[in-house]
Each structure stands twice: as structure tokens, then as C-alpha cells.
């Protein structure tokens, strides 16, 4: 019963904002003409961006979250939609100071005048599951407190319940929807969204994250006060930076764009192939700029809640994938598909290494700066629809990343080479991987594991054999 309230409110709120003729583009006909039996659409003249920002506040974090992915999608989304996405990221309306304080004061079962020096009213920032003020710890360092909504788990368990109703009808009656594997991705979604929600699994992520950049220029993560935090309740260190959609401000103060791109290009991979733990919630409002060194900018991080991880074997399949696009050996591209079992075990080699060279070749007849990487992917994932491709889960967190980082560096530079950049990278990391000396390490590794299997051998092969003989008898 819940879900179907939910799914009425949904609709009551697209009916009021977004089902009406200046939100519904020209070429959807029948929903435009429909459209004149709403009686909201007769309301106030209300501009398109505004329509889809507020439908989405109204209906809460998971939306909220949705908005805050097309607000970096400037090669998908209309400028004047764009404007108002961003707006997500950050400034969503902020639930009372009274409210917070409350719940601070609830965590640590006593005034807050005893847990801070001093604790701000107003909110540095609001966003879909939390809200963040500014406070001074006894001790005297400056810090940012982050409080969860009030109300919020009720909102997205009911969220939850739709998507995962409309999944279940997914796999049921629509033929892709066994393949694309509906439930499986709204479970990994949901166990992303409620590992948010644990602000000391965001704490514990934030330290770790630290320790991997703790001698890497290009990135500084904030210190995380454990004696102040607690599941509902956050304390970090306070950072001063300009935030990464300000390119006003890194024009003012001479910042090097180019080297700010290419570094956010680095610091993903870094993340990705050397550490294999990455920061998943890449928007603009969870990234700032020290600026203090313009020639050499370094990237402030905040919002840890959301975290990827990446097995060994999908290390290695990205790797091999990404340096056979940019050989262009599409051949081998097909082949990792197969032996990954992302594809049918079956598929003709030949088929499907001839579809990705329909869909890649035109592509590659630009220059590589104008290539979108995520466009490309877009593009596979289609094409191999055709042969039955499962979709993956694991891995949706990374394409999420992957179109952050691909956005945010061309708007910082537009001439930004994704390709160029990633590339030394990844031959360095895959010339690393196959060296002998981390063979050795490997095998080491196991080496308890596989002398204690060696021994139990004799045992077993004699075992065998004397089973044998017997039925030989």
C-alpha cells in the first residue's frame, strides 16, 4: 500500500511541474495535447529549469541524486536546465538549525555547548541526505559538522519499494529485463544509498581515502575527529578552497586549467587502478580547488558516503579494454567481452568484433581531444545489447564516475585529451601488473595456501589410485 501512495505522490508532483506544455519538448505530440487536461498546467508561467529543479526537490534524495548526475551531463542537457541542476548539488533547501542541533545533541546525549566551542546556525551547505555547519571544536581547530536529514531513511525505503516494484515488472514483461539484470542494479543502488546514510562508514571511507593521497600533491583529503562523530553525525576538518565550478574565480587568479583537468583525469585513475577504492560522487559541489599555488592547483575533497570498489579481474579487464580502444584493436575488445562473460560465450568473435568496429571507427576519425569517453561507452553498451551483453552492477558506480571526470575536465579545459592523459597511466599500471617481480609477490602470497595444497597431493593421488585399483579388480 505504501508503494502505490508513493507512486501517487510521484505523479501528483511530475502533473504540478513537469506535465505541462513549456516543460514537454515539441515532438512528444500526445503528451503535449494531453497535456491541456492538467489543470496545473494553467498556473503560473513557471520556466523549464525551475519545473524539473523543484519536481525533483519535492520528491527527495534519490531524485535529488538523479538531477545531481544530469547536472554534469553539458553534452546531454540544455544550458538553461543545466543552471538549474547545479543548484542540487549544494543548495537544496536546508531543514532548521533547531532541527540540527537536536539531533547532535540526541548523538551525543549532551548540550552541544559541551561537544563544540562554537556551532553555526546557518548551514555552509544543504544537500539530498545531509546538511553541513560550520563549528570550532574545543580544542580550537576549525571543523565542518554534517547532521543527516531528519526523516530522510522513510523517504528512500519508500523510493526503494517503487524502484524496486517497477524492476520486478521490469524483468517480467519486458524482454531486456532479465538481461539488464533490473533488481540486481536497484540492490547494489540500494546498498549504496543506505551505506550514505552511515556517516561512520563515511568517516572510516574519508580516513582511508587519506591515508592512499597522504603523499599525492595533486589531492588533499580532510582529517576526520573521531571523538565527534557518530552514526548520524559527522565531524571534519574545515577546508578553504574555491569550488571546482567557479571558473571565474580560477581565470581571476591565473589558476592553470589545463593542469586542473588533467589532474582530476590522473587522480580518477590513480584511485581506480591503484588503489582499486575510489571517490564515486564526483559532482561539482563535493569538489574544491586550493588555489594558493595557481600553476600548481591542488583538489579538495568532501562526501565520502558513496565509495567504489574494484576485484583484481575488473581491474584488469578496464585496463586491457581502455588500451585496446586506443589501438583501435577492436578484435581484442570483443575477446575480453567473451572471457569476462559479459557476453554470451557463444557470440560469433567475428560478429561482434565487426559491430564494435561499425560503432567505434567513425568516432576514432576525430581527433582524440573531441572524443567523449563516455559517449564511446554508451555506444558499446548499445551495440552489445544486440548480443545479449549482461549489464554489470559493480561497475555502474565507475561509468557514474567516469562521465563526472570527463565533464568536469572539459569544462575546466575543453581541448582536454582524455585519452592522452589516461593513457601513460595505464601502460605504466598494466607493464607494473604482468612484471616478474609482482608475479613473485603473488605467488608468495598464496604460497602458504598452495604448499599446504602440494602436500595434501600425495595423499589425494594415492587415494586415487588405490580407488582405482580396487574397481579395477
Known sequence: MTTIFRLFKIATVILQHAMN?????????????????NPYSYQKNQARGDAIRISLEKLGPIYIKFGQLLSTRFDLVPDDILIE?????????????ELAIKKIEHAFGKPIAEIYFTFEKKPLASASIAQVHAATLKTGEDVVVKIIRPHVQKVIRQDIAVMKFIAKMMERFWRHGKRLRAIAVVKEFEKTIYDELDLMREAANASQLRRNFADFKMMYVPKIYWDTTRDQVMTMERIYGVQISDIDAFRKNNVNLKKLAEYGVEIFFTQVFRDAFFHADMHPGNLFVDIADPENPRYLGIDFGIMGTLSPIDQNYLAENILAFLSRDYRRVAQLHIDSGWVNKNTRLDEFESAIRTVCEPIFEKPLSE??????????????????????PQL?????????IESL???????????????????????????????LKLFLKDFHKNATKLAELPILLHAFLTGTSKHAR
Open 409 to 439: 575536465g572539459r569544462k575546466l579545459y575543453p581541448d582536454l585529451d582524455l585519452w592522452e592523459t589516461a593513457k601513460p597511466f595505464m601502460t605504466k599500471w598494466m607493464r607494473k601488473q604482468r612484471s616478474p617481480r609482482r608475479l
Open 21 to 37: 506544455r513549456r516543460v514537454l519538448p515539441k515532438r512528444t505530440r500526445l503528451l503535449r495535447t494531453l497535456s491541456y487536461l
Open 396 to 404: 555502474i558506480l565507475l561509468q557514474k564516475t567516469l562521465f563526472y
Open 371 to 392: 572524443i567523449s569517453f563516455g559517449n564511446l561507452l554508451l555506444k558499446l553498451f548499445q551495440t552489445a545489447e544486440r548480443f545479449e551483453m549482461t549489464v554489470q
Open 85 to 97: 541542476l547545479e543548484k542540487l548539488q549544494d543548495r537544496v533547501p536546508p531543514f532548521s538549525s
